[in-house]
Nanobody, 119 residues
């Protein structure tokens, strides 16, 4: 199973970006999917998660600005980021809780995409 994130880049404060993450491989089903981020010198933190039926959870710091969504048919999760702030600068990682055929649920991580917000 591989998760490939894309959509990062450089944006000015107040701008928007949309991240995408596609899961591929021998996937039987995907439970939750989510986005996490790690800023320089800091620990990785949760940004947002979404279950297979669409229930969402957000970090307080992004509520009202970020929106997570997913397309189950495409095994894809999105993160729409609006009103970006310099403190949103980080490497953003996607994670999927995936059931591979004949195996238990397991966490899979993408390699990350860099988001840089200039002031």
């Amino acid at each position: 199973v591989q998760l490939q994130a894309s959509g990062g880049g450089l944006v000015q404060a107040g701008g928007s970006l949309r991240l995408s993450c596609v899961a591929s491989g021998s996937i039987f089903s995907i439970d939750s999917m989510g986005w996490y981020r790690q800023a320089p010198g800091k620990q990785r933190e949760l940004v947002a998660t979404i279950t297979s039926v669409g229930s969402t959870n957000y970090a307080d710091s992004v509520k009202g600005r970020f929106t997570i969504s997913r397309d189950n048919a495409k095994n894809t999760v999105y993160l729409q980021m609006n009103s970006l702030k310099p403190e949103d600068t980080a490497v953003y990682y996607c994670k999927g809780v995936v059931k591979v055929f004949y195996q238990l649920l397991k966490d899979y991580w993408g390699k990350g995409t860099l988001v840089t917000v200039s002031s």
